[in-house]
């Protein structure tokens, strides 16, 4: 059974540029998440969907960050201008439902901004 | 509102001995519970969830986890470590309808 799938596992851009990090979920299930983990403020909560639909988006930092989720085996997480302060790891995770049940998480994208 | 506290940022243990790291939730009701491990490199992986009956709860690689209503807490423990043990340790707390939410992680060091 397939985990959780992001891509690109690492990447390196310059200040300003478009940045796009994918996810392709567990199949089957219905909630994902997108976090950012950074050792100043630990593990964030980014945004969340549901069946495709984005319920919470409450952690997204600034109107530069936007998240979609097409369809249920596919979501990225776009950053547009980048910044040198967005420099984290980016983890996707997926789960059958929300609170009660665990979430499964990605390998993460570590992202540098320079 | 939910929330989980580790109180220890860091913990060091010799290899062979015992480890508990500890975990206080506050949650209005019975919370479902959930100790995650991460390894360096990778991401958050599920060591074992409580979510009734049992109040000892057996997880993967040894671990263990004891609900105790009566303290708010959900510590993890492990008889003997082992090096490959080293790792960040996260706990969680969900409710049925919402969210779960993190912990801000143990740092675990073990000394050979």
């Known amino acids: 059974d397939a985990g959780v799938i992001q891509s690109p596992r690492h990447e390196v851009t310059e200040m300003g540029q478009e940045v796009t990090l994918r996810c392709k979920p567990i199949?089957?299930?219905?909630?994902l998440f997108w976090y950012r983990q950074t050792m100043m403020r630990g593990l964030e909560l980014l945004i969340y969907?549901?069946?495709?639909?984005?319920?919470?988006d409450s952690g997204m930092p600034e109107d530069r960050f936007s998240a979609k989720m097409p369809n249920a085996s596919f979501s990225t997480l776009k950053i547009q201008p980048s910044e040198p302060r967005d420099s984290a790891v980016y983890f996707c995770a997926s789960s059958h439902h929300l609170g009660n049940q665990p979430q499964h998480f990605g390998d993460g994208t570590r992202l540098s901004i320079l | 509102a939910q929330s989980v506290t580790q109180p220890d940022i860091h913990i060091t243990v010799s290899e062979g001995a015992s480890l508990e790291l500890r975990c206080n939730y506050s949650y209005g009701a019975t919370p479902y519970l959930f100790w995650y491990v991460q390894s360096p490199g990778q991401g958050l992986q599920l060591l074992l969830k409580?979510?009734?009956?049992?109040?000892l709860v057996q997880g993967i690689k040894g671990f263990e986890a004891e609900f105790k209503r009566s303290q708010s807490s959900f510590n993890l423990r492990k008889p003997s470590v082992h090096w490959s043990d080293a790792a960040e340790y996260f706990c969680a707390v969900g409710a049925e309808a919402g969210k779960s939410t993190f912990g801000d992680g143990t740092t675990l060091t073990v000394k050979p």
């Open positions: 409580y979510f009734s009956g049992d109040t």
């Open positions: 969907f549901n069946n495709n639909v984005p319920i919470d």
């Open positions: 199949s089957g299930h219905d909630y």
